[in-house]
């Protein structure tokens, strides 16, 4: 697992001049299974560029349930993946099928510095 401490957090925020207020406001509208997906796309072992990761909708939820052994339907992961779509978190690949998902591109520090804030809030720093 990746090590990830508060002064990391500060070193991500005031390099990328991040919005804390956005960011609080985004904290508060996720919860632990959307953080969770949001790891599996912007936070891997790689170097830059390869940092990221896009997903085809089938793969990612048969990872997600083998994996990280979660009890979600089908049905409800595909609600959650387009929840981060509206929240500008996540792209959804137009005209693939199946549905691809993936980072955008020029925001990967903002979305790991919301994720290293609600692991931090929430006191969860061991899932880092």
């Known amino acids: ?24 406001d985004l904290v508060e509208r996720v919860d632990f299974l959307d953080i969770l997906i949001l790891k599996k796309f912007y936070i891997n072992e790689k170097k830059f560029p390869f940092n990221t990761q896009p997903y085809c909708f089938p793969l990612l939820f048969k990872e997600m349930k083998e994996n990280h052994h979660l009890k979600i339907g089908n049905e409800a992961l595909r609600k959650r993946l387009e929840n981060l779509v509206k ?32 692991f931090l809030i929430n006191g969860l720093n061991k899932f880092l």
């Open 87 to 118: 929240l500008n978190l996540l792209e959804k690949i137009k005209y693939s099928n199946p549905c691809n998902y993936a980072p955008i591109n020029e925001k990967e520090n903002f979305v790991k510095a919301l994720i290293i804030k609600f």
């Open 1 to 24: 697992m990746i090590q990830i401490e508060e002064s990391k957090f500060l070193e991500i925020v005031n390099k990328e001049n991040i919005e804390i207020n956005k960011l609080n």
